[in-house]
């Protein structure tokens, strides 16, 4: 899967890809799953990461909404 799939089931909040991967926010330093109800990030500050984690160890902390830990 490519980083353009992921950012488009992040904009899709699709649920199918929750567990696949995870998504983080270089500007909140918060990752979330892909169905998350946040308001939808723009590509630039977006990195994706295999499992939370991974997203831990990049120096990220888990959303409050969508509670991905």
């Known amino acids: 899967m490519d ?3 992921r950012y488009e089931a992040v904009s ?3 649920a199918r890809f ?9 500007t909140t330093g918060i990752y979330c799953r892909p169905s998350c109800p946040a308001v939808t990030p723009k590509r630039a ?4 990461y295999p499992t939370a984690a991974a997203a831990q160890a990049g120096g990220f902390r888990a959303c409050r ?3 991905p830990d």
Request: proline share 0%; charged share 35%; hydrophobic share 40%.
């Open 3 to 5: 980083d353009r799939t």
């Open 12 to 14: 899709s909040r699709d």
């Open 18 to 26: 929750d567990g696949a991967f995870f998504f983080a926010v270089v």
């Open 45 to 48: 500050n977006v990195r994706f």
């Open 65 to 67: 909404r969508c509670r």
